[in-house]
């Protein structure tokens, strides 16, 4: 099993900078794919942006394209979302979340089912 925490989330005013973080440990976290979803009030989660196992593939929204930046350091064990320009509608709770273990999946990634485990989210909140 693997375990994740994210960290990072807080307040930011419109077009401001934000950069979540979330650590991975237990079993191999550098073998999963990763991504971020998000979840706004009253919406249904949504796939953020995804990468691979060794960072070379990104999968983004597009709603976010342009704007964030995922990124994977394998020696840390993190894997980090770049927040840039947030508008109001960027406001949710984030998660990390982490596929099968040498099962990767980017075609699909928006696919809640292929992840296996999930973190507890933190809160971004972007304000005018």
């Known amino acids: 099993q693997v375990q994740l925490v994210e960290s990072g989330g807080g307040l930011v005013q419109v077009g401001g900078s934000l950069t979540l973080s979330c650590a991975a440990s237990g079993d191999t976290p550098s073998e999963r794919a990763m991504a971020w979803f998000r979840q706004a009030p009253g919406k249904e989660r949504e796939g953020v942006a995804a990468i691979s196992q060794s960072g070379l593939t990104k999968m983004y929204a597009d709603s976010v394209k342009g704007r964030f930046t995922i990124s994977r350091d394998n020696a840390k064990d993190t894997v980090d979302l770049q927040m840039n320009s947030l508008r109001l509608d960027d406001t949710a709770v984030y998660f990390c979340?982490?596929?099968?273990?040498?099962?990767?999946?980017?075609?699909?990634?928006?696919?809640?089912?292929?992840?296996?485990?999930w973190g507890q989210g933190t809160q971004v909140t972007v304000s005018s």
């Open positions: 979340a982490a596929q099968t273990r040498n099962r990767p999946n980017l075609v699909s990634w928006r696919r809640e089912d292929l992840y296996t485990t």
